[in-house]
C-alpha cells in the first residue's frame, strides 16, 4: 500500500479540457511536492505547498494543500500538449515518499 | 548553476555482475538520496546519505549500497545483478526537504 495514493492513475484528454489530479493520504504531512516527469528524464519539481488550506498558481496549474495536511490537487485549466506526462505527489516521511503518479496524455 | 549528474545514463549488465552508479549533486547540496523507478513499482526509495553519512535506507537487499564523498558526489553500487534490478535509477539533491533536484537518471537494464 502506498503512503500516498494518487488518481487516477491515467487520464487522456483533449487539447483546451480542463482537469484535476488528486493525492490523498492518511497520514498528515508537513509539506507537499509536485512533480512533472518526461520519458527518459527524472522528476521536475513544480511545487512545494507548505500551510494546510494553501493554494498556489503557476500559470494554468493551480495547486491546493487539504486544511488537515493529508491531500493535495492539482488542477489543470485548458491543457496543452505539452502539459503530458507524469505528475507525482511526493511528502517527507522521514525520506521522501512518492505517489505512483497520473499518466497524463494531452492529445492536439 | 549545473544540474545534477548522473552517469552513465544507459547500461546493459549481466545477471551476475556488478554495477556502479554515479551522481554528482548540485554544488553546495549535501543531501543525496536514490531511487528506483520502475513501471510496477513506481519510484521506491533507496537511500539518503548528508555529509558522507547513511541517513536513511530504504527497503532493498543488501546486494544495493552506497556512498557518498566528502565533496558531496555519491555512488552506489548493485551486486550480483538480477533481471528484477532492470529500472531507472534516480539520484536527487537537496538542501532542505522542501524539494528535490533530480538527475536524468541511470537507465540499467540486465541480461
Known amino acids: 500500500t502506498q503512503l500516498l495514493e494518487q488518481s487516477p492513475q491515467f487520464l487522456s484528454i483533449q487539447e483546451g479540457e480542463n482537469l484535476t489530479v488528486y493525492c490523498n493520504s492518511s497520514s498528515v504531512f508537513s509539506s507537499l511536492q509536485w512533480y512533472r516527469q518526461e520519458p527518459g528524464e527524472g522528476p521536475v519539481l513544480l511545487v512545494t505547498v507548505v500551510t494546510g488550506g494553501e493554494v498556489k498558481k503557476l500559470k494554468r496549474l493551480t495547486f491546493q494543500f487539504g486544511d488537515a495536511r493529508k491531500d493535495s490537487s492539482l488542477h489543470i485549466t485548458a491543457a496543452q500538449p505539452g502539459d503530458t506526462g507524469l505528475y507525482l505527489c511526493?511528502?517527507?516521511?522521514?525520506?521522501?515518499?512518492f505517489g505512483a503518479g497520473t499518466r497524463l496524455t494531452v492529445k492536439p | 548553476k549545473a544540474g545534477v549528474t548522473q552517469t552513465p545514463r544507459y547500461l546493459i549488465k549481466t545477471r551476475g555482475q556488478q554495477v556502479t552508479l554515479s551522481c554528482s549533486p548540485i554544488s553546495g547540496h549535501r543531501s543525496v538520496s536514490w531511487y528506483q523507478q520502475t513501471p510496477g513499482q513506481g519510484l521506491q526509495f533507496l537511500f539518503e546519505?548528508?555529509?558522507?553519512?547513511?541517513?536513511n535506507k530504504g527497503n532493498f537487499p543488501g546486494r544495493f549500497s552506497g556512498r557518498q564523498f566528502s565533496n558531496s558526489r555519491s555512488e552506489m553500487n548493485v551486486s550480483t545483478l538480477e533481471l528484477g534490478d532492470s529500472a531507472l535509477y534516480l539520484c536527487?539533491?537537496?538542501?532542505?526537504?522542501?524539494?528535490?533536484?533530480f538527475g536524468s537518471g541511470t537507465r540499467l537494464t540486465v541480461v
Open positions: 536527487a539533491s537537496s538542501s532542505s526537504l522542501h524539494g528535490y533536484t
Open positions: 511526493a511528502g517527507p516521511n522521514n525520506d521522501m515518499r
Open positions: 546519505y548528508f555529509s558522507e553519512t547513511q541517513r
